[in-house]
């Protein structure tokens, strides 16, 4: 089982790009998929989540209107499109998916409690992204 991120790098603001969340060992969509971010110095924060049905999402505050979250079941890929980046959009980006969780939170919760990390039981490796003002 493996979560593999990737599509990061250095942008200047108002750019954009793509992260790619890959999963090998499990389907994807058999589970609440999620985006992280976690910037020098705080915590990890829930970017943005989709639903098994990919007929639910949630997006941060702090990045709605500018984050698509999406799913390609056939590729077995969840991805962020990120536009209009802002310098404080920088962080290491990570996926996540509730296969392997303890405990998982009952589907009617909301998506915007479901998008909480300490629901998500199998992590991916960060992606890099910095956004240059």
């Known amino acids: 089982v493996q979560l593999q991120a990737s599509g990061g790098g250095l942008v200047q603001a108002g750019g954009s790009l793509r992260l790619s969340c890959a999963a090998s060992?499990?389907?994807?969509?058999?589970?609440?998929t999620g985006w992280f971010r976690q910037a020098p110095g705080k915590e990890r924060e829930g970017v943005s989540c989709i639903s098994k049905s990919s007929g639910r999402l949630y997006y941060a505050d702090s990045v709605k209107g500018r984050f698509t979250i999406s799913r390609d079941n056939a590729k077995n890929t969840v991805y962020l499109q990120m536009n209009s980046l802002k310098p404080e959009d920088t962080a290491v980006y990570y996926c996540?998916?509730?296969?392997?969780?303890?405990?998982?939170?009952?589907?009617?919760?909301?998506?915007?409690?479901?998008?909480?990390?300490?629901?998500?039981?199998?992590w991916g490796r960060g992606t890099l992204v910095t956004v240059s003002s």
């Open positions: 996540a998916s509730m296969r392997s969780s303890p405990w998982r939170p009952a589907q009617s919760t909301s998506m915007e409690r479901q998008c909480d990390r300490r629901y998500f039981g199998s």
């Open positions: 060992g499990f389907s994807m969509d058999n589970y609440v």
